[in-house]
């Protein structure tokens, strides 16, 4: 249910790591409890983005949510597409809906995170 491939955060973001970088989005559990998906805020290249911190808005028909920072990062990437598109977040939350990619400043912070089965059980216990 949840890509075996990313760590999750009890915020409900995901952590893509490829290398020394890493892609960030939101959760298939976030998004549909967030609903329909009208406006996104991201943060600019080059900003610096720390753990557990907000580092953009998602505005929903239900309500306005920050989204937080997984690790430390310097942001090498903005998912311009969700500016246009927000609703890429409700449609594909794990592809076409990443919203930032980064360059890992601390790299040991990923082992933190926990695995798809590990947030599957998290959510089970009610979050």
Same mark, same amino acid.
């Given at each position: 249910m949840y890509p075996s491939d990313r760590k999750y955060t009890k915020d409900h973001e995901w952590l893509l %790591? /490829?290398?020394e970088e890493a892609?960030?989005?939101i959760t298939s559990y976030a998004q549909e409890a967030l609903g329909d998906v009208v406006y996104v805020e991201l943060p600019g290249e080059d900003d610096t983005l720390e753990e557990g911190k907000s580092f953009g808005v998602i505005e929903s028909v239900k309500a306005v949510s920050d989204v937080y920072s997984p690790v430390d990062g *310097?942001?090498?990437? %903005?998912? *311009?597409?969700l500016l246009d598109?927000?609703?890429l977040l409700n449609e594909d939350p794990y592809d076409t809906g990443w919203m930032v990619r980064i360059r890992l400043t601390k790299p040991?912070? %990923?082992?933190?995170l926990? /695995?798809?089965?590990?947030?599957?059980d998290f959510l089970k216990e009610g979050c």
């Open positions: %790591v /490829t290398g892609a960030i989005g *310097e942001v090498i990437a %903005v998912n *311009e597409a598109s927000p609703e040991e912070q %990923v082992a933190k926990m /695995t798809s089965e590990q947030y599957a």
